[in-house]
């Protein structure tokens, strides 16, 4: 939701692409980007107490074999794998839905 004035005028005074989105589009952008891995972070660990808290030992969840991988096991390839997947398979199913969704229809915006 960068304001394309912005945009517009970081082009006229001749700054490059990289630069207009290293000095205008990134800084702008910034709170949602700590907003949304603090969210995700909260989440994870949700996910991680949740399944110890209900399950034990007898539910085993993805984020309890990542947290295996790192810190019990040491073995920092498999846990990262893992990870890569698990963010793999979330942002596909995000962006499925997000193609299917009008969220300007949802939002009230025309």
């Given at each position: ?18 630069m ?33 808290i ?49 969220l ?7």
């Amino acid at each position: 939701m960068v304001p394309r004035d912005l945009v517009d005028a970081a082009r006229d005074l001749g700054a490059s692409r990289l630069m207009i989105w290293r000095e205008v589009e990134l800084p702008l952008a910034m709170p949602g980007i700590l907003i949304g891995m603090l969210l995700t972070f909260v989440l994870a660990i949700g996910a991680t107490a949740e399944a110890k808290i209900l399950g034990g030992q007898s539910v085993i969840v993805i984020s309890h074999d990542i947290e295996i991988a790192f810190t019990y096991s040491q073995n920092w390839p498999l846990g990262s794998a893992l990870a890569v997947i698990v963010t793999v398979f979330i942002a596909a199913l995000t962006l499925a839905a997000l193609a299917r969704l009008d969220l300007d229809r949802i939002l009230g915006r025309r």
